[in-house]
């Protein structure tokens, strides 16, 4: 069995609120693996090997970083979802893929640690056990990253700019197609999906949000692909299994 270690729920409807988490259980669900999830909490550093979520636990390893765990999963598990793509195909997955992860995830941190809400704190049970000092510290040091980044230093105006440019290009390379290559679900789907529906589901004001919004063929193909994996347990509520 394959554990899925997580935050844990969050903002009524995140089963966490990590994009990658969500990547990764969306390539589970897409791919058909049986899997259970474990919620860490603000603690999930003590045991996280590479300092981050996700990592799964699978025969008594533990692999950290999204992609290298669906390296795993495709090593141990065969590859439905990608193995007969064309090399063009994957290498078009690979951009959109990287675009996402590495640029839309920092205009999503951006807006996540600077939106008035303050969503990660005034989230009741999501920071248990930190105390304001503490929560303080981390925010400083995530607006430090974001400003090592880049997109720390832009304006309000040019953040939006940014994010509305991915958004655009992705709505483009969708079009009227049911998944992003095509026909046929791929992994690409697994991160377009998680970071789209968590964009589409904020609980705060955000200007990616408005501009996802805005993509009728991004609106619905969230929706499909929620149909089609997450009709059942949307928040891996049942499958959550306690810390050993
Ligand atoms: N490249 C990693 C990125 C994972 C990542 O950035 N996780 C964030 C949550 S979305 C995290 O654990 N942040 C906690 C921290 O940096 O302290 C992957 O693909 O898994």
Known sequence: MI?????????????CISQFVLKVETYLRMAGIEFETRSLGAGFAETAPKGKLPYIEHDGERIADSGFIIDYLKAHFGDPLDGSLSAVDRARGHTIRRMIEEHIWWVMARERWTAPEAPYWNTPGLLEGVDEATYAG???????????????????????????????????????????????????????????????????????????????????????????????????????????
């Open 138 to 244: 981390v925010r400083e040091d995530n607006l430090r990253k974001c400003l090592e980044h880049g997109v720390g230093g832009f304006t309000e105006d040019e953040l939006d700019a940014r994010g509305r440019e991915d958004l655009d290009a992705l709505a483009a390379l969708l079009g009227t197609q049911t998944y992003l290559l095509g026909e046929q679900a791929t992994s690409v789907d697994a991160t377009a999906y998680a970071f789209l529906w968590q964009i589409l589901n904020a609980p705060y004001a955000s200007r990616l949000k408005d501009a996802a919004s805005g993509h009728a063929n991004l609106v619905a193909y969230v929706a499909r692909m929620s149909d089609a994996y997450f009709a059942d347990d949307p928040m891996s509520m049942a499958r959550e299994v306690a810390s050993p």
């Open 3 to 15: 554990t899925l270690c997580r935050f844990g729920p969050a903002w009524e409807t995140f089963g």
